[in-house]
Every structure is written in C-alpha cells, then in structure tokens.
C-alpha cells in the first residue's frame, strides 16, 4: 500500500510517499481501507518534532480515517467487511491515518453517519471527539448557560459553536472580521472581533457584566490568564493547546473559577453521540479544502501559515 511516511522532524519536506506493507488485523481489530483522513494542528506538531520520545521514527502519522471495513480479526463483532466507519487512532500508538489502509481496534470505531461524506467524516472525528471532551465531559457546559469559544472559525472551533448550541448554551466567539459571517451560520450568537475589540470588554458588556460561564481555548497565548477576567463566578476554562510558558492565574483565583486541560480520548462512545447530532442536523463539519495524500505537505504548510483564510478542516482524500 502507499503511504506517507514521517523520516525525520522538521518541515513539510520532512514526509517521503512509500510503498509499504499492508498492516493485518489481530484479534480485535479491524481493518479498515481508509478513504480519507484530514489535517489538524496535532499533525504538524508531531512532524516537526514537539513529541519526539513518543513517536519513533520512521512513522506513518494522521489521526483522522473515514474508510470501509475490509477485514476483521478475530473476536470482531461489531463490524463486518463493507461497513463503513470513522474513528481517531489511538495518539502516539501505532500507525496513523496517513496510508492507505489503517488497523484499529474495535473498541475506538464507530460507525459512520450517512449524512457524512467519507470527506466530512473524517474532518470530524478527532476535532469533534476534542468539542465533546472538552465542553461536555470536563466543562459539563449546561442548557442557558454562556460559553466563549476562542478561535471559533478553526476546525476544533465551528465544531464547538455547534455542539455548544445543540446543548443550549449562548455562544460567543473570537474570530477575525473575515469570518465573522462564517461563524454565524455555525450558530454564534455573539461575534467579537479579535483584532479591533478586547474580548474582555465585550463580553462583559453582552452579559451586563456577569461574564461567560464556560471559556473555551483553542489558541493558546495569553488565554489562560485573560480569560478568568471574562469569566462568571464558579467557571470553567478548558484548553487544548499545548502549555508552552507558566501563566498568572491570581484573577481565576478571585472567580473560583476551575481549569480543564483536555487531552482527547478515543472511544466508540462520543462518535456515537456526534452520529445523533449530525443525523439529528445539529452538527456538520465544513471541509475548507481538500488535498491528495501525496500532496498532505502543501495542506501542513497551508494550516501552519498565519491568517491562511482557512475555514474549518483541511480534508485529505486517500482512496476513491
């Protein structure tokens, strides 16, 4: 099978398309033919190098699959060959997305809604497995409650507006002018522009001075120390970006505010309660581009350039 294989940490460059093995289910696991797969932040942060003791090189990396089962292990009973099915791989465990046929275990695929292309399917099961972890399990975000989603227009960030409003929740959002339509047809409410506005200000001035009971960051920066002064008392701030420097938090102190740094896992579970709500149309990822997998180092170069004009994912399509 081809895939693009990881030979060192650095550039784009960095990624050489191979003639490989095909991997064989073990008891189980399936095997999957992976029809498409997408790009995320993680990506880039693996190939240049940010978690070297985790992935040994050479690797085959990616961390999205859409695809059709086309072998099963023994002790499968959830799949049978033909179905067709989305998941994450399990991070830093083995082979990743980025080939054409991918093994998995069971226990983490789920299958895939019909209303998805394989496209849209696999630009959701990681950003969408992150949303679910992040707003549902560890922020516990409730029905009336305020929420404000940092980066609204990026691939985990119109997932969470979305989630956020099928939960019931107001949903304010940091983007840059250019996007501002764009978020509002994912359901924000309330749209702040990062460049020409203080976030702070204004989401004080939109809850009469009350603050947001949940903040979402996907960016990271300063974040984590701006954000408890937008805050509700007793709220909640999750991140998923990668703690890069220690940061002040005394006025998160003042808010008894609590802190969530969210690390998603791969369950079978939360692809099934995104299935709902995409069945239900509370949910669809927008595929902002789409690429071949031999050519996934102009689609890493592209997410990784500031103020790219990307909206949601960048899609990968491996197989016809």
């Known amino acids: 099978m081809q895939a693009l294989v990881l030979t060192s940490f650095g550039g784009p460059d960095s990624f050489e ?8 289910p073990q008891a189980g696991e399936i095997l999957v033919r992976v029809h498409a797969t997408s790009i995320n932040p993680l990506d880039y942060q693996v190939r240049r190098g940010d978690y070297p003791d ?40 083995g082979q990743g997305s980025y080939a054409e046929y991918h093994v998995a275990a069971e226990g983490i695929v789920g299958k895939k809604p019909a209303a998805l292309s394989h496209l849209e399917a696999a630009s959701l099961s990681l950003v969408g497995g992150t949303a679910w972890e992040a707003l549902v399990v560890r922020a516990g975000l409730r029905v009336g409650e305020s929420i404000l989603v940092h980066g609204g227009a990026g691939g985990v960030g119109h997932v969470a507006i979305q989630l956020a409003k099928a939960i019931g929740a107001r949903v304010f959002t940091t983007v840059r002018e250019a996007n501002a339509e764009f978020v509002k047809r994912m359901g ?25 009971d949940v903040v979402f960051d996907t ?80 689609a890493h170069a592209l997410l990784e350039t500031p103020n790219n004009g990307l909206q949601g994912k960048i899609a990968i399509a491996v197989c016809a």
């Open 17 to 24: 398309l191979c003639d490989v093995a095909r991997p064989m």
């Open 188 to 212: 924000a409410d309330g749209v702040i522009d990062y460049e020409k506005q203080d976030y702070v200000e204004a989401i004080l001035r939109e809850t009469d001075g009350h603050g947001v």
């Open 219 to 298: 960016i990271g920066g300063s974040t984590l120390s701006h954000s408890p002064d937008a805050l509700a008392q007793l709220g909640r701030v999750v991140s998923i970006v990668d703690i890069a420097k220690p940061q002040n938090l005394i006025h998160a102190w003042g808010k008894n505010a609590s802190y969530h740094f969210v690390f998603t896992r791969q369950n079978r579970g939360k692809l099934d309660e995104l299935s709902a709500l995409v069945m239900r149309g509370q949910l669809r990822p927008h595929v902002g581009a789409v690429y071949s997998l031999a050519d996934i180092p102009l």
């Open 54 to 93: 985790l992935v040994p090189l050479p690797a085959i990396t990616g961390h999205d699959v859409s695809g059709v089962v086309e072998d099963i292990g023994p002790g499968v009973t959830a799949f049978s060959p033909g179905d067709e099915v989305w998941y994450t791989p399990q991070i830093f465990e």
